[in-house]
Every structure is written in structure tokens, then in C-alpha cells.
């Protein structure tokens, strides 16, 4: 398995436009998870999905974020309309329905810088 | 929810010597602590983790400890060397299916 895929690796957009981020987990794997990385703030669950159902979205900072998995193989974060304190890492992790973490695997994380 | 702290931020250490980062939890029912490890520039990757029913847990010159009274585990690293410079998380979580809420991370700078 080629593991965690996240696109693109890098994103520069203008403050206002819309700005998509793409994830496809590992095959099999139940649970998908949305993160964001800052300095300031550290790792910060956005959101998590179970069998394709979004669980727990209060890490979602505002109206402006959205999550959607369409089916078990794909899922995006999209930030409409985006603004400079949105420049961060985001990764995307999954993971299979285990109490343990051997089998939870992070992206590579897309690193979005917002001008 | 749970709630982790995790200290310090930074961490200077000179290669050879040891280093110890320490987290707290706030939600007695949460039983599975692991320790991520993230290189510059990568991903977040599993290094160790330990269960409540375990006090203590070594993998060669990392070891994890737990204080379940009073809710707080450590990471210990010894002989260090500049390739264990990374920033480490550490995170709690509790039975059932694997959600871990993650410390803020500690930045490990290993001088040689």
C-alpha cells in the first residue's frame, strides 16, 4: 500500500479564494482524520470520520472549513473563503478500527500558505 | 474531553546526555499513551506507546513511563544523538477505537 495520499505537497493561494485539500487513506482503514499544524497551536484535530460519517467536527474553526468523504477511498478539506491565518500544515491520517495506534498512518501533509 | 500538557516546549540537550519530556492527562478513563516522532519537514511516525496496565516500557535507548495516579507519562531518551533531534508529541487516548488527542509537541535540539 502506497500509504496515506495526500495533494498537492504545497498550495500558495490569495487571501479569498477557495482552496481545496485532498486525502485518499489506506484501503481498509475505517477512520480518517483531518489535522492542522501550526507553531502557535501544535496538532489540532479539525475533524474525524468513521465508516465515511463525519463523528466529531469541533475542532472545525469556523464556517469557513468543510469536510466531506464521499466514499471510503476519498475525502476533502475545503477552506472558501481562505485568509492568511489559515497557513498551516494540514494533514490528513487514517487509521483501522483498533484501540492501539501501530496501524495509524499520517500523510505527508499539504502545506498551505495563504498571501 | 481529554485534555494533554505537554512540557517543555524546547528542549537543548548536548549529544550524549539524556532527555526526558513529560505529558499530563486529565481523563482517568483514557488508557493508551503513544509517542510520535516528527523529523523536519515529515510526518508524525509512531516511535513507542504504553498501555495503563504497564508502568514502564523500553525499546533500546527510548523508554515511556506512567503514573496512572497521578495521570502523567514520560518519554526518556538516553545516550542521545543528533539524529534524535525532531519534535515529539505524545497523546491519550481511551478504550474502544483509537482517538488520540495529542500534547502540543516538545522540539528536541541535539547539539554534537
Known amino acids: 500500500d502506497a500509504g496515506v495520499i495526500q495533494s498537492p505537497r504545497h498550495e500558495v493561494t490569495e487571501m479569498g479564494q477557495e482552496v481545496t485539500l485532498r486525502c485518499k487513506p489506506i484501503?481498509?482503514?475505517?477512520?480518517l482524520f483531518w489535522y492542522r499544524q501550526t507553531m502557535m497551536r501544535g496538532l489540532e484535530l479539525l475533524i474525524y470520520f468513521n465508516n465515511n460519517v463525519p463523528i466529531d467536527d469541533s475542532g472545525m474553526p469556523e464556517d469557513r472549513f468543510s469536510a466531506k468523504m464521499p466514499n471510503a477511498s476519498f475525502s476533502t478539506l475545503k477552506i472558501q473563503p481562505s485568509e492568511p491565518r489559515d497557513s498551516a500544515v494540514y494533514f490528513c491520517?487514517?487509521?483501522?478500527?483498533?484501540?492501539?495506534?501501530?496501524?495509524?498512518?499520517f500523510g505527508s501533509g499539504t502545506r498551505l500558505t495563504v498571501v | 474531553g481529554e485534555n494533554v500538557e505537554q512540557h517543555p516546549s524546547t528542549l537543548s540537550v548536548q549529544e550524549g546526555d539524556s532527555a526526558v519530556i513529560k505529558c499530563t492527562y486529565s481523563d482517568s478513563a483514557s488508557n493508551y499513551f503513544p509517542w510520535y516522532k516528527q523529523e523536519l519537514g515529515k510526518r508524525p511516525q509512531l516511535i513507542i506507546d504504553i498501555r495503563s496496565n504497564v508502568g514502564e516500557k523500553k525499546d533500546q535507548r527510548i523508554a515511556v513511563t506512567l503514573n496512572k495516579t497521578a495521570k502523567h507519562f514520560s518519554l526518556h531518551i538516553t545516550e542521545t544523538q543528533p539524529e534524535d533531534s525532531a519534535v515529539y508529541f505524545c497523546?491519550?487516548?481511551?478504550?474502544?477505537?483509537?482517538?488520540?488527542?495529542f500534547g502540543r509537541g516538545t522540539s528536541l535540539i541535539v547539539h554534537p
Open positions: 497523546a491519550a487516548s481511551k478504550g474502544g477505537s483509537y482517538i488520540p488527542t
Open positions: 484501503s481498509g482503514h475505517d477512520y
Open positions: 491520517a487514517s487509521s483501522p478500527d483498533t484501540d492501539a495506534g501501530s496501524g495509524y498512518t
